[in-house]
């Protein structure tokens, strides 16, 4: 194998891993406000998996533990 493809295939493992963290933090927001409100909006839903950042991600999780109501979380998002 040569060093380009040596390359190519570690950069493809390092993007894989990512998007992995961020499915796995997209889905732990969402058990976090099913856990807290008993369920969560399509909508909702729909705006956590659109978001592939993984700061705002955290930070959403922060929030969704800290907040008493759904507009909390939705004002984040907007």
Do not use: W
């Not at 807290?36 to 969704?64: G, M, Q, R, S, W």
Request: charged share 40%; aromatic share 2%.
């Amino acid at each position: 194998m040569t060093r380009i493809g040596a390359a190519l295939i570690e950069e493809g493992r390092m993007e894989g891993r990512i998007e992995g963290r961020i499915r796995k933090a997209q889905e732990a927001i969402i058990d976090a406000v099913k856990a807290k409100f008993e369920e969560i909006p399509d909508d909702l839903k729909e705006k956590i998996a659109c978001i592939n950042d993984e700061k705002k991600l955290d930070k959403l999780l922060v929030t969704v533990i800290k907040s008493n109501r759904l507009d909390e979380i939705y004002n984040l998002l907007t």
